[in-house]
Antibody, heavy 121, light 110 residues
Framework: QVQLVPSGAEVKKPGASVKVSCKASGYTFTNYGISWVRQAPGQGLEWMGWISAYSGTTNYAQKLQGRVTMTTDTSTSTAYMEVRSLRSDDTAVYYC??????????????WGQGTMVTVSS | QSVLTQPPSVSEAPRQRVTISCSGSSSNIGNNAVNWYQQLPGQAPKLLIHYDDLLPSGVSDRFSGSKSGTSASLAISGLQSEDEADYYCATWDDSLNGWVFGGGTKLTVL
């Protein structure tokens, strides 16, 4: 079945970097994009950015520009998301979701279970 | 402060009907499709409504969506205890060149 499998939980110190992954299966990886959405404890959903699994083109939320990098490995159908210069308010569950390549009205129809990232000294 | 405005919480009795509103602007809801997501406690979000009013396969027809101008609504009829969840609206924003979410609405079934 179509699924996105996230990497495991991470604990990082302030100022460090974290790289989480999301392995896709059950569909043609390069026919879609991947969006990353995070959710701080007790808070709502925040869109972080998008990457085309076909071309590698990215689109990052303005708030995170310069601190986040999204990549894909088409040989393993895996998407990666790195956040640098971590702060305590980066503590959140990070979700990957299947997204469209071009039609921005298409929904995030498949979601991974999320990766908990804790930033603490 | 979310770009899309939702009420923080709504509550209603079992078997009743409830609606959740989502207010935006011409650069987002007014010009793009609205999608709704349901997040059950401790779980990842799940697509509930897409393209304003379409139900994905497997979603109960007790859920329905609508849109008018720069606002959208999610309605849930025949409320059941398992509907207790957080509900989020989302759409593309032409000005921000990215997706935006509402702040989420917590539904309590009394």
């Amino acid at each position: 079945q179509v699924q996105l499998v996230p990497s495991g939980a991470e604990v990082k110190k302030p100022g460090a970097s974290v790289k989480v992954s999301c392995k896709a299966s059950g569909y043609t990886f390069t026919n879609y994009g991947i969006s990353w959405v995070r959710q701080a404890p007790g808070q709502g959903l925040e869109w972080m950015g998008w990457i085309s699994a076909y071309s590698g083109t990215t689109n990052y939320a303005q708030k995170l520009q310069g601190r986040v990098t999204m990549t894909t490995d088409t040989s393993t159908s895996t998407a990666y998301m790195e956040v640098r210069s971590l702060r305590s308010d980066d503590t959140a569950v990070y979700y990957c979701a299947r997204a469209p390549l071009k039609n921005w009205n298409y929904p995030f129809d498949i979601w991974g279970q999320g990766t908990m990232v804790t930033v603490s000294s | 402060q979310s770009v899309l405005t939702q009420p923080p919480s709504v509550s209603e009795a079992p078997r009743q009907r409830v609606t959740i509103s989502c207010s935006g602007s011409s650069s987002n809801i007014g010009n793009n499709a609205v999608n709704w997501y349901q997040q059950l406690p401790g779980q990842a979000p799940k697509l509930l409504i897409h393209y304003d009013d379409l139900l994905p396969s497997g979603v109960s027809d007790r859920f329905s969506g609508s849109k008018s101008g720069t606002s959208a609504s999610l309605a849930i009829s025949g409320l059941q205890s398992e509907d207790e969840a957080d509900y989020y609206c989302a759409t593309w924003d032409d000005s921000l060149n990215g997706w935006v979410f509402g702040g989420g609405t917590k539904l309590t079934v009394l």
